[in-house]
């Protein structure tokens, strides 16, 4: 009977450990996907102040 008990104590340990590891790496996701959205948010709006500088100089030229 202690044989099973202990395979099964250490059973739920891998499987805790295994959720650990997951719960670590869905965190370091979020956290990448979100600096990985503020860059693109970022160079958006980089990319539509030049296309907007490059218009209004162009207006104004003519």
Known sequence: ?????????EYLFMIA??????????????KSGTKAGEQASNAMEQGGNMISNQISSAINNQ
């Open 17 to 30: 450990a295994a959720l650990i590891i997951v719960a670590v790496v869905i965190n370091y996701l979020k």
């Open 1 to 9: 009977m202690k044989r099973k008990a202990q395979g099964a104590i």
